[in-house]
């Protein structure tokens, strides 16, 4: 078969535990990687003075698809700091951000979940265009939606739900912004045109958050806008068991970046007890990503099989290390 070249980043926090688990992951399903290092992060940016080096760029553009780990950003302003995955989403069009929610034998969550949700990454509110008037007292935050990227985010997702159960929901408040999210809505519908097998139905965000928490089994590819998209997705990653368990890909044309939803844990970091899942299944992303959908099928198996019967890290009840869990995952593959 063919070597796949993989980025790996592993950030800060505990990035640097659970990305080397995903790798050791990659490396037991038998097929071949050819992996480089790259660095990001605030670490990256004591060092260096920039939390993502040129060099990173070129990797990640040179590499077929890169993991991800964690970058602390510091709750204080630092002069000349910028978040690395916000400055990466932008510096390489990263337009789809894919967020899947999946039951996992862990407890809180949902049986039966299998849903996708699909945040278009690159405008919305995340323009960061601010202002304020009257002396202070007004604020104007611009919210850009547009023809095209609505359009590609939903051409996107059309895809995407062909390939699953081939129904799609799009989230949206057009009710109220009827400009915005209109354009947003007639943009999905063009596109859609092309997948005339996709099953489209329109969803407020607002009721959607209720029928997530009701009846996620109703959905399976959900389509939004970045604000949206960050808080749904937030929502569904809670249906499944949260931050342990949450992967999600930020995916171009020319590159795609897979990470665990949750952050640099500095809280546990060093301990060697975070959990790997996040990123193991991020990996799994990537795979099915690269057109390994069986390999990224075992791998899922496999840490099913382990949440499921043990040994389990200690944010979901258990006493095991990163490695005892990896090693676990590793002996599921077969
Ligand atoms: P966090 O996700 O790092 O941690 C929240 C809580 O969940 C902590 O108690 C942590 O110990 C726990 N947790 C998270 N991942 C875990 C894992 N894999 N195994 C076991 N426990 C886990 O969020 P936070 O504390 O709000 O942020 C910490 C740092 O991470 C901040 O600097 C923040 O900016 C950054 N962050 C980065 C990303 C990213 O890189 N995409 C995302 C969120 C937060
Ligand atoms: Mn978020």
Redesign the pocket.
Known sequence: GQTYRICLIE?????HE?VPAARRVLEATGLKFEFTEAEA??ETFEKYGTSVPEETVEKIRAADATL????????RKVEGFF???RYLRKRLDLFANVRPAKYHPVPGAIQGTDLVVVRENTEGLYVEQERRYARGRIAIADRVITYDASYRIAEYALKLAQRRRGKLALVHKANVLPLSDGLFLEAAYDAAKHYPDVEISEVIVDACAMRLVRRPQDFDVLVMENLFGDIISDLTAGLVG???IAPSGNIGEEAAIF??????????AGKG???????ILSAAMMLEHLGEKEAAERIERAVDRVLAEGPR???LGGDATTEAFTDAVIRALG
């Open positions: 950030g800060d926090g505990i990035g659970v992060g605030w991800f780990g964690a970058a602390t950003s510091p709750t978040g690395a995955i949260g931050l342990g990470e665990p939803v949750h952050g640099s844990a500095p809280d546990i007890i975070a959990n790997p899942t996040a990123t890290t200690p944010d």
